[in-house]
């Protein structure tokens, strides 16, 4: 089983609607959560990191249930730039440091 | 200006060769990082440096030989390059590897291996 686990997607959004994705992780030392988006042949960027309390940025929320092991994010008001691979990345402290990533949700945002 | 650089942006060479892929990261970042990204975009950690001790190797080819002159770079040399090492790796540094405020990784904008 994967550490971090995504469904893939696509998931076809037309522009202005919501979407939200989730992805689970199955190591319970996990500490920190972060959203990352990576577009076609480019490099990951930070979108967001995750807090325990949930937060927002802008029409991005994140929200993170430690009781269930996955963290979400949702997406209000798409815009077609904001189509791209969502890459959920967990950092586990028993190994030191080591940035687990999921194999991304790709969302593809029409007109 | 680029927070983390890494060279070259491609890299084509033959069965057998033997490359070196450099980065450099100007955050003052104490931990870097190489990742491998395969044809099924899944992003695989190889190794992590801790100011220039190796922190993390995960069951890598010894043919792959990371290199950490100083704090601020991590080269990665591959020897006897293989067909299946065809991929795009990612140079990435963090402040803070322990999951306190300034842990997010940055990443620099990868080098596409091929092997022929």
């Known amino acids: 089983r994967k550490e971090v686990e995504q469904d893939p997607g696509p998931f076809n959004v037309p522009e202005g609607a919501t979407v939200a994705f989730n992805c689970t992780y199955s190591?319970?030392?996990?500490?920190?959560f972060f959203w990352y988006r990576q577009d076609c042949r480019k490099e990951p960027k930070l979108l967001m990191s995750v807090y325990s309390s949930g937060n927002e940025d802008g029409r991005f929320t994140a929200q993170l249930n430690r009781a269930s092991q996955y963290i979400s994010l949702l997406i209000r008001d798409s815009k077609l730039s904001d189509s791209a691979t969502y890459l959920c990345?967990?950092?586990?402290?028993?190994?030191?440091?080591?940035?687990?990533f999921g194999a991304g949700t790709q969302v593809v945002v029409t007109p | 200006d680029t927070a983390v650089s890494q060279t070259p942006k491609y890299l084509v060479t033959q069965m057998g060769n033997d490359k070196s892929i450099k980065c450099e990261q100007n955050?003052?970042?104490?931990?870097m990082y190489w990742y491998k990204q395969d044809s099924k975009k899944f992003l695989k950690i190889m190794f992590s440096?801790?100011?220039?001790?190796?922190?993390i190797n995960e069951t890598v080819p010894n043919r792959f030989s990371p290199k950490s002159p100083d704090k601020a770079h991590l080269n990665l040399h591959i020897n006897s390059l293989e067909l299946g090492d065809s991929a795009v790796y990612f140079c990435?540094?963090?402040?803070?590897?322990?999951?306190?405020?300034?842990?997010?990784?940055?990443f620099g904008q990868g080098t596409r291996l091929t092997v022929v």
């Open positions: 955050l003052g970042h104490d931990t």
């Open positions: 190591n319970s030392a996990s500490q920190s």
């Open positions: 990345v967990v950092l586990t402290t028993d190994s030191w440091g080591k940035f687990q």
């Open positions: 990435a540094s963090s402040q803070d590897r322990t999951g306190g405020q300034n842990t997010e990784a940055f």
């Open positions: 440096y801790n100011n220039k001790e190796l922190i």
